[in-house]
Nanobody
Framework: QVQLVESGGGLVQTGDSLRLSCAAS????????MGWFRQAPGKEREFVAS????????DYAESVKARFIISRDSAKNTVYLQMHDLRREDTAVYYC???????????????????WGQGTQVTVSS
């Protein structure tokens, strides 16, 4: 079992920055990839970014590319999502997720991730 705990959400203004954290514990050896997803009210959960646990591969949704940065601190078993130039459409509950060994072409699919955090709310107001 892998436990994931997100933190760092909050209420910000458009154009602001925010950093989310996701601390992993338990069977860390299982993790090969970590991902961030988000779900806005009335919408499906969508892929935001992913990173290989070793740190040598990252992937981003087009809507956040060049604004968001995913990173990890292996010593702290923590993955971060640094968000810049936030927009109202970034408002959502953000979830981190952990996947085992999977093909890169399914990294954007939420079905590829076995463990999920409880989510943290990000609200961007104008």
């Amino acid at each position: 079992q892998v436990q994931l705990v997100e933190s760092g959400g909050g209420l910000v203004q458009t154009g602001d920055s925010l950093r989310l954290s996701c601390a992993a514990s338990g069977d860390i050896f299982f993790i090969d990839y970590m991902g961030w997803f988000r779900q806005a009210p009335g919408k499906e959960r969508e892929f935001v970014a992913s990173i290989k646990w070793s740190g040598d591969h990252t992937d981003y949704a087009e809507s956040v590319k060049a604004r968001f940065i995913i990173s990890r601190d292996s010593a702290k078993n923590t993955v971060y999502l640094q968000m810049h130039d936030l927009r109202r459409e970034d408002t959502a509950v953000y979830y981190c997720a952990a996947a085992g060994s999977i093909w890169r072409d399914v990294l954007r699919s939420r079905q590829s991730y076995a463990y999920w955090g409880q989510g943290t709310q990000v609200t961007v107001s104008s």
